[in-house]
């Protein structure tokens, strides 16, 4: 059978690592929008719904050895893998469960955290959604918090045509879901130079991107019955009903100033605008935001300015391997480039070159003018290009941990480096 309630199972799905899922990443993020966070230090833990072959998990369970992590998966095949690499590098604190969301919910209550899931509820049968959701309803710890990745509208309903297309065409190529994708990719190249898309060169682009992917993850991408863009405000109610409330993203991007996102005569629209779903509504058309990772928490609990800054003056920064060594800095975003403003972005560069650093260390520096949102909005920025992280105090045992899952994935031919003190990994082939 190469489906389950329309999901694809003949097929394992690629390792992928996604930092906005590590814990150290979420906790910076809840802080630096001014909301309490679980800590991270000690002995919490973490539950992951649809975890795959459990990369996001392994990372976090090496640099956190004291806290419990439990993924949650119905493909076998995936957990065989992520209890082979758990096993290689001696991973103790974890616990991979195969079981649908119903199967898991109607085991005996465990209180989490944090709860994840990435790359599953868009893809999934509404009674999987439901599932999810009950177990979410039963499973956050009042002061837990939950990661929620999702397609969205504006920017993923144009593949909806390319998607219905893939999945109409696939109960009639034999063979397995990746060779169903080959071909359905190479129909719509036909169907392209016949210019089916002679009025939609956007979706000449489409096309282009989806040729350079692995097969394997398209056919988890595409090959379910049940692909479903949602708009933010909707999923933000539908979870509402579970007693949670969104409070912000994991993708900092979404959470800087709207100036860097939003064409100049909108940002007053958008600012002017009181009702928090039409101004949410308003950032995602702007941004042609195709996809959200989305942070929920029940209880949320604002921090005072006077924390908030006690907080951030002993947070410490660390440059990753992708750090740019110099040149012009231009950030990736999902907008297009955005040029860094040459002066700052080398002092920062150029001070944490020498080691890790506090954020009061770094607002000495003469080019921050003493401007705390400024240098936030910066070190934001260089996190979601790779170049740096918030550190975290790691013990031997952490260290160790990480080392052994770095060769362990290694032997596997996986190019991530975990780094313990950050709480996350990195590309090995990270550029320069
Ligand atoms: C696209 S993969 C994402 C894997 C991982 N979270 C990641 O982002 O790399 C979706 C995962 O959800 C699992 N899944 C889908 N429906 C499920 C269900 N109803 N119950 C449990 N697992 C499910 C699939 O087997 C698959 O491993």
């Given amino acids: 059978m190469s489906r389950v309630d329309g999901y694809t199972t003949d097929i394992a799905f690629p390792a992928f690592f996604y930092p906005e899922m590590q814990p150290t990443w979420i906790r910076s993020v809840?802080?630096?929008?001014g909301l309490q966070a679980p800590d991270v230090a000690g002995a919490f833990s973490l539950c992951e719904l649809g975890c795959g072959v459990g990369i996001?998990?392994?990372?976090?369970?090496a640099c956190h050895p004291s806290a419990q992590f439990v993924g949650v998966d119905f493909n076998l095949q995936h957990l065989e893998q992520a209890r082979a690499l758990a096993s290689a590098a001696e991973l103790h604190n974890l616990e991979f469960v195969q079981a649908d969301f119903a199967q898991f919910a109607s085991r005996p209550v465990q209180q989490f955290d944090f709860i994840n899931t990435h790359g599953v509820w868009s893809w999934i049968a509404p009674q999987h959604q439901q599932a999810l959701?009950?177990?979410v309803a039963q499973c956050l710890k009042p002061s837990g918090v939950f990661y929620l990745h999702y397609m969205c509208h504006p920017g993923s309903t144009d593949l909806q045509n390319l998607q219905h297309l893939l999945n109409v065409f696939a109960p009639h190529v034999p063979g397995d879901s990746p060779r169903k994708i080959q071909m359905g990719l190479k129909l719509l190249q036909q169907l392209a130079e016949r210019g089916m898309f002679a009025e939609q060169p956007h979706m000449l682009r489409h096309l282009e991107q989806l040729a350079r992917k692995n097969t394997a993850h398209l056919a988890h991408e595409f090959l379910t019955d049940h692909w479903q863009p949602q708009h933010g405000v909707d999923v933000h109610q539908q979870f509402a009903s579970a007693g949670l409330q969104y409070v912000c993203s994991s993708d900092v991007f979404n959470?800087?100033?709207?100036?860097?996102?939003?064409?100049?005569?909108?940002?007053?629209?958008v600012a002017q605008t009181h009702i928090p779903a039409l101004a949410e509504t308003l950032k995602d058309m702007a941004r042609h935001s195709h996809?959200?990772?989305d942070l929920f928490q029940r209880r949320v609990q604002p921090s005072s300015p006077a924390q908030q800054l006690e907080c951030l003056q002993y947070m410490v920064f660390q440059l990753l391997p992708g750090a740019p060594q110099?040149?012009?800095?231009?950030?990736?975003?999902?907008?297009?480039?955005i040029q860094g403003p040459p002066a700052l972005c080398h002092a920062l560069l150029a001070q944490l070159r020498q080691g890790p650093q506090t954020f009061a260390a770094l607002l000495e520096l003469p080019a921050l003018d003493r401007n705390p949102a400024l240098l936030l909005q910066s070190l934001q920025l260089m996190m979601m290009q790779g170049w740096l992280h918030p550190a975290q105090a790691a013990s031997q045992q952490a260290f160790n941990a990480a080392q052994r899952l770095n060769t362990a994935l290694q032997a596997q031919g996986l190019?991530?480096?975990?780094?313990?003190?950050?709480?996350t990994a990195s590309q090995r082939s990270a550029h320069h």
Wanted: net charge negative; proline share 6%; no cysteine.
């Fill in 291 to 293: 996809q959200r990772m």
């Fill in 30 to 33: 809840l802080q630096w929008q």
């Fill in 415 to 423: 190019g991530l480096t975990v780094h313990a003190e950050l709480g």
């Fill in 56 to 61: 996001n998990l392994l990372v976090a369970a």
């Fill in 326 to 337: 110099g040149g012009a800095i231009s950030f990736t975003t999902p907008i297009g480039p």
């Fill in 255 to 269: 959470n800087l100033d709207s100036s860097l996102s939003i064409p100049a005569r909108l940002q007053s629209v």
């Fill in 133 to 135: 959701l009950d177990v």
